[in-house]
């Protein structure tokens, strides 16, 4: 019995550090700012909300999803209030922390819109891939926002269209257009129709670190 439960809380304190490191990194790269994605001649916007971070970690709580994120984040997480669902098994969520971790990379690098992700019970308008892992997402108020985090799931295969992103501009939440270009491909030009939301000094040459 003893060493049972010594194994269990090993297993919880291995992804509570993982939820507290995802957190926190959640809330350094990502919230309160919005992120433009250009493909072609099209766009969409995307906003990583504080109540979304709980449902990409895999595991349930009786908290609130803001509270949740907020005593991760603030490493205020006990043992005691997170669980494993029967459909979210420790082993699943052992495989979705660390790409939780590196959810910003999606918002600096090569990426791949992909429409009509079908995971078997729903379908994403629009989800995003580097084709390691990818996060179907949910529209409200004309931004998308994450609401599933899929670990090597098949996602390209399961969609009915991709797109390589071009570009990738960031403002924080309160700007009214995007001062940086997160990422962009040499090759393109930025198309017209978003140069109204971009206030650029330079034709897009961002850092993509």
Do not use: W
Request: proline share 3%; hydrophobic share 35%; charged share 30%.
């Amino acid at each position: 019995e003893g060493s049972f439960m010594d194994t269990k809380d090993t297993k919880k304190e291995q992804i509570r550090a993982g939820i507290v490191s995802a957190a926190q990194s959640y809330s350094a790269h990502l919230t309160n700012r919005v992120f433009l994605y250009v493909f072609g001649e099209e766009y969409i916007e995307v906003m990583f909300r504080a109540d979304d971070f709980l449902h990409l970690t895999g595991v349930d709580t009786r908290l609130f999803a803001k509270d949740f994120y907020s005593i991760s984040r603030k490493a205020q997480l006990g043992l005691s209030q997170f669980f494993f669902k029967q459909q979210h098994p420790f082993e699943l969520v052992k495989k979705k922390i660390p790409c939780l971790m590196r959810l910003h990379e999606l918002t600096n690098r090569d990426v791949i819109i992909l429409k009509d992700l079908s995971t078997g019970s729903l379908v994403y308008k629009i989800a995003l891939t580097n084709l390691e892992f990818t996060i179907g997402m949910y529209e409200k108020d004309g931004m998308y926002s994450p609401q599933t985090l899929r670990v090597k799931d098949k996602t390209v295969e399961r969609s009915a269209q991709g797109e390589v992103v071009d570009f990738i501009f960031e403002r924080q939440y309160n700007e009214p257009k995007y001062k940086t270009c997160t990422f962009s491909d040499p090759a393109k030009t930025i198309p017209d129709c978003v140069r109204d939301m971009l206030e650029l000094d330079a034709t897009g040459d961002g850092d993509s670190t």
